[in-house]
């Protein structure tokens, strides 16, 4: 944005940006956005397009260090030609601003759950606070939290619905170098360029969500109530696969990738609406041996965080977790197999194909009974 863009002061009061985590309900935040613009203009809040039209991905785009990561995320946004790129980077935050005066609103939510997953470096963070801080009085910053092994099986579902065929031993966190595991690590970022008083933590469980919901949740921490403003609440987004259906999908990445040469595999439509139809069991868990790796890894940056950004004396971010046990603590390099029942055998998972084929057979049954 130009100096005379900025010389006439703030557009709006607030920006709350809404940094994730991933797997925290962030699609049903910004489903919530998309579907609730106008009526969240209506109450004075602007969930803008120019970052994105539901998750804004762009945010991460303009602040991030050139890489194969952000590389990915600008061919989502159609930015992946070096011209088309350059452009946004010129443009995006004066179109931003003039949105945002547009709006006439003076309070701004922006939803991208990569700030806090691909930004890494102060300077990257630095990059766009820079840039927002002349749109704003005040700039503040939304993250939720949940216990590292819950993310863990909900990230590895999530790669595995993306075409990944890693083993999920291989992505067990044992130590807190991760910076999307340690929680301490994107709130440093962002607390060094905004202050502790600007960062806002919540802890993603139904008993510390305002009526369970993430949504009526951030709604609530920027003054908005969602049933008196008439807000529409999204469904429930990014449900899990079961376990079954996990290990399934795996398999099936080996043999039906992902990614053809024009873009998303046309083999693999409607794999994943159909394995939710039919693996309907328990869901994929952790040996109680690696829970307790992973809680162990994570034990001083929760505490740190709970008691820096939520002032618990006690130190304790996840009040719902038992405490640990007593004793030794497990050795980070011990290995422990995953639990029976989440190995898939070749008799489950022939039966498996057999009701993903039934269920292709009711849809094309379907459709030629509506076409006749």
Not at 57 to 79: I, K, M, Y
Request: hydrophobic letters at 40%.
């Amino acid at each position: 944005m130009s100096a005379s863009a900025s010389s006439a002061g703030p557009i709006a009061n607030t920006i709350y940006l809404h940094i994730g985590t991933e797997k925290t309900g962030t699609t049903s935040v910004q489903d919530m956005g998309r579907l609730n613009r106008e009526a969240l203009k209506r109450s004075g809040v602007l969930y803008p397009a120019a970052p994105g039209d539901q998750n804004h991905q762009r945010l991460t785009v303009f602040a991030a260090t050139p890489s194969d990561l952000s590389h990915s995320l600008a061919v989502v946004e159609g930015l992946g030609a070096p011209a088309a790129l350059a452009e946004f980077m010129a443009n995006f935050i004066a179109d931003l601003a003039r949105e945002i005066t547009a709006s006439g609103c003076k309070t701004v939510l922006m939803s991208g759950e990569h700030l806090s997953s691909r930004l890494k470096t102060a300077g990257e963070v630095k990059r766009l606070i820079d840039a927002l801080k002349p749109l704003a009085r005040t700039i503040k910053v939304i993250m939720y939290v949940r216990p590292q092994h819950e993310l863990a099986l909900s990230a590895y579902s999530t790669a595995i619905k993306s075409g990944n065929e890693a083993d999920l031993e291989e992505r067990i966190p044992r130590n807190d170098k991760y910076h999307f595991f340690n929680y301490m690590l994107p709130l440093t970022l962002w607390s060094n360029e905004l202050g502790d008083d600007n960062i806002i933590v919540r802890v993603y469980h139904r008993k510390a969500l305002e009526a369970g919901d993430v949504v009526v949740d951030i709604l609530k921490v920027i003054g908005i109530d969602a049933a008196a403003c008439g807000i529409d609440l999204p469904q429930e987004q990014n449900t899990r696969l079961d376990g079954d259906g996990v290990f399934f999908l795996r398999l099936f990445n080996r043999y039906v990738p992902y990614l053809s040469d024009t873009g998303i595999n046309p083999d693999r439509a409607d794999v994943l609406d159909a394995l939710d139809a039919v693996c309907t069991g328990r869901s994929l868990k952790l040996a109680d041996h690696d829970v307790r790796i992973i809680r162990y890894a994570y034990e001083k940056s929760n505490a740190e965080v709970a008691t820096r950004f939520l002032k618990r004396a006690d130190g304790v971010l996840f009040p719902s977790l038992p405490p640990l046990p007593a004793g030794p603590r497990p050795k980070v390099l011990d290995h422990t197999p995953l639990p029976a029942e989440a190995r898939i055998s070749p008799q489950r998972a022939a039966a498996i194909a057999l009701d993903l084929w039934r269920w292709k057979r009711r849809q094309i049954d379907t459709a030629r009974n509506d076409g006749a």
